[in-house]
């Protein structure tokens, strides 16, 4: 019997990086996402096609790369009190490193895959929390909004700490995916971030409140689909995160090319530095934007919102 699990990726709409110091954020679930297949096993071991690299939790050689599923298989066990094995296989269709959630859906997926073979269901909110474990190992301090958008899918106002809201669009609304193809530790943006913000305490400050204010006026916009307004917004966002030295030329160049063509609005998605930007445009115009997005970026797609949180289900082998 083999256990299965899908977690989808995110996008950061608007509120990253102030989220990791109080703001509330706004952030979706993407048409991308991870599948983690389990079954019990003698012993515990992972196997990432994408990576295609394996490890043997058993031993002391855990690739670096593979450190926080095994974290989170490892913590899935502890807390169901399980001593049987687990054999994981986990593939994703996310560009890895590209601020589209890769780390956090992986983890999501790993923990719900884990306790289904375990023959445990597990609640959403225990999954968040074991899947944390995994998050605080790639990254120092997350804010948490990755892994509970991966969770629970949908479109979300979130602030650290306190349970997410999810909203309700009045019609469906796509966003375009650009990446740039160039990977980068969202670490290293967060340091940077909290670099200016030691410079400029005050600031930053208002900006935090101020990206509260406006994370909530664009989840209105997109509730209400009046694109218009929310594109003004994102490229406010893009402007101030670019200030704060996290955007990059070839950022700034996709920015640019998508608000020259017919877009509302564009912004850096995520840490920055690299990564990916997030378009909005018209529904009939998301296609062409694909296309002509596509020449100067590594990889380009529509992801049209709401898309479903985590799914399990047994396959009998
Ligand atoms: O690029 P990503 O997916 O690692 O996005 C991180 C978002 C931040 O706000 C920069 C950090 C966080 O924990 O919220």
Redesign the pocket.
Known sequence: MEAYAYAPGKI?ICG??F??YGATALAAAINRGTTAIAETSPTTTIYSKNLEMQADLSTNKIPEKLKPLAAAISSTKEYLNEKRGVKLTIQSNIPPRS???SSSSSAVATVAATALALGHKLSLDEVIELAMSAERLV?RS??G??VQVSARGGLLLFKKGAKPQTLTLSKNVSFVVACTGIERK?SD??ERVKVWREENPSLFNSLVESSTVMSHCCADALCLSDLKRAGAILNFFHATLSWLGISIKEIDRIVEAALSSSAYGAKLT??GGG?SVIILCSEDKVDNVVKEISSISSEAFATPLPNSGVKTWIQKS
Do not use: K
């Open positions: 950061i990253e990086h989220v990791v601020g589209l959630g990254h997350p804010s909004v990755d969202t943006l967060i995520g840490a990564g």
